[in-house]
């Protein structure tokens, strides 16, 4: 075999699992994860939310002032996951859909917030320091540490 008819294969199978898994079935899936963790949490996204403006506008003094506040950390984390596609996103489903897409893209905000907690709590849970005191973690980490199946985490790392 060639290394284009590897390509031609492996691009046919991602293609079949995006086709099967990118119909409702991902979609119902990620809902009713969400709508179990905001059930199992008590709804920590919304029993804390005024725990997260304290948190927000908070000032700490680190020794050697070498930390970042908690405001710098969420606009370096709302940097990298607002782009042009989440932009062009809402203008289209509000122009597809009319302006009742924006209640349930906040519907699915609050639902998905359990979950975004939920990944949160297991990187810090299962974080590693290296060995040149960096820490590093992640699903791939607590795949492994959390679930016991190194091998899952590796096939989820690549």
Not at 20 to 38: D, K, P, S
Not at 75 to 89: D, E, Y
Not at 106 to 112: I, R
Request: glycine share 12%; aromatic share 12%.
């Amino acid at each position: 075999m060639d290394l284009k008819s590897i390509n031609d294969s492996l691009i046919a199978i991602t293609g079949e699992i995006d086709g099967f898994m990118y119909t409702y079935i991902l979609l119902a899936l990620l809902v009713f994860t969400g709508i179990w963790y905001t059930i199992r949490t008590r709804a920590v996204q919304i029993r804390y939310i005024t725990d997260m403006f304290t948190q927000l506008t908070e000032k700490k003094h680190v020794e050697g002032g070498h930390a970042i506040s908690s405001f710098q950390a969420l606009m370096v984390s709302t940097a990298s996951r607002v782009g042009t596609g989440n932009i062009a996103g809402v203008a289209t489903a509000v122009a597809t859909g009319g302006p009742g897409a924006v209640f349930w893209m906040w519907v699915m905000a609050l639902v998905g917030a359990a979950s975004a907690f939920i990944e949160s709590t297991l990187a810090q849970i299962f974080k590693v320091r290296g060995k040149d005191g960096e820490f590093r973690g992640g699903p791939a980490y607590y795949i492994e540490q959390g679930l016991g199946h190194r091998w899952l985490g590796v096939i989820f790392a690549v």
